[in-house]
Nanobody, 120 residues
Framework: QVQLVESGGGLVQPGGSLRLSCAAS????????SSWYRQAPGKQRELVAR???????NYADSVKGRVTISRDNAKNTVHLQMNSLKPEDTAVYYC??????????????WGQGTLVTVSL
């Protein structure tokens, strides 16, 4: 079974930066696409950024120019560098992976989430 573990959340002042990381562990899997989602209180979960195994990326309009997603295929790790953070970036951030599991079947995996709070 594949597991995703996020780290790097915390409290940061407006204008500050944070780097979130997500490490995947398990046996005999291949990550096809890695994504970060977020869910603010009272709001639906939304896509923040996505990177494919080829390295193609896409970002939510609300974070373009401030956020960079990167992926280390050798370490099965994905990072989200967030700069110029705003109070509206406050949310629980979730790592998501679309994988090919040990049977060769597609599977979707979620992390447990890490809280990012942007406040004075």
């Amino acid at each position: 079974q594949v597991q995703l573990v996020e780290s790097g959340g915390g409290l940061v002042q407006p204008g500050g930066s944070l780097r979130l990381s997500c490490a995947a562990s398990g046996s005999s899997f291949t990550i096809i696409t890695s994504s970060w989602y977020r869910q603010a209180p009272g709001k639906q979960r939304e896509l923040v950024a996505r990177v494919t195994w080829r390295g193609s990326t896409n970002y939510a309009d609300s974070v373009k120019g401030r956020v960079t997603i990167s992926r280390d295929n050798a370490k099965n790790t994905v990072h989200l560098q967030m700069n110029s953070l705003k109070p509206e970036d406050t949310a629980v951030y979730y790592c998501n992976a679309q994988i090919s599991n040990y049977l060769g079947d597609p599977e979707e995996v979620w992390g447990q989430g890490t809280l990012v709070t942007v406040s004075l």
